[in-house]
């Protein structure tokens, strides 16, 4: 079956450390996502990409950074610059692209932690 | 710029009870609109979505929405809420080219 796959499920971050968020789907979808999700405040997008090689920033990208050297995976570093980097994050990808008329299809989430 | 707003944070209704979720947006044109579940700690999966036709839109698990162009809303609807039901519920709009834009969410109790 097609999805996507958010790996790992919990992360543990130390302080000054960078990390990196796996994201991969089989859907053939050209548009990746992420988001980052804090209670109260539903999603925020931190980037995202339209086609391979290329990637935008969204709203509240200071202190992450993305890549999209291949369709099927987009993955998120968290960096050392995130003061916090506390949330649940999430992937998503789409078709033909923002805005489409289908949805986005969401991974099931990894949760970051920082200790 | 678009804006989606979710009037309730939180909602607490009885097993079997009825249920309306509210959803108001801001948006020149008709947009695309969208209903979408979480579970704790999951994704967010598709309810139901519009974006063209018929304003009452049937979706999975016995949801449907209503697109109300006058009032700029797509409240979600469910006849008998189910235990199962208790998630976080969020709106989104979009446009063709434009970012999906996602509501603040509904958290929705169910008490027996």
């Known amino acids: 079956d097609g999805g996507i796959t958010q790996s790992p499920k919990y992360l543990f971050r130390k302080e000054g450390q960078n990390v990196t968020l796996s994201c991969e789907q089989n859907l053939n979808h050209d548009a990746m996502y992420w988001y980052r999700q804090d209670p109260g405040q539903g999603l925020r997008l931190i980037y995202y990409?339209?086609?391979?090689?290329?990637?935008q920033k969204g709203d509240i990208a200071e202190g992450y950074s993305v890549s999209r050297e291949k369709k099927e995976s987009f993955p998120l570093t968290v960096t050392s610059a995130q003061k916090n980097p506390t949330a649940f994050y999430l992937c998503?990808?789409?078709?033909?692209?923002?805005?489409?008329?289908?949805?986005?299809?969401f991974g099931s989430g990894t949760r970051l932690t920082v200790v | 710029a678009q804006s989606v707003t979710q009037p309730d944070i939180h909602i607490t209704v009885s097993e079997g009870a009825s249920l309306e979720l509210r959803c108001n947006y801001s948006?020149?044109?008709?947009?695309?609109l969208f209903w979408y579940v979480q579970s704790p700690g999951q994704g967010l999966q598709l309810l139901l979505k519009y974006f063209s036709g018929d304003t009452l839109v049937q979706g999975i698990k016995g949801f449907e929405a209503e697109f109300k162009r006058s009032q700029s809303s797509f409240n979600l609807r469910k006849p008998s809420v189910h235990w199962s039901d208790a998630a976080e519920y969020f709106c989104a709009v979009a446009h063709t080219g434009n970012q999906f834009y996602f509501g603040t969410g509904t958290s929705l109790t169910v008490i027996p």
């Open positions: 990409s339209q086609i391979v090689n290329d990637f």
């Open positions: 948006y020149g044109a008709t947009p695309y």
């Open positions: 998503a990808s789409s078709i033909p692209g923002t805005g489409s008329p289908y949805g986005y299809t």
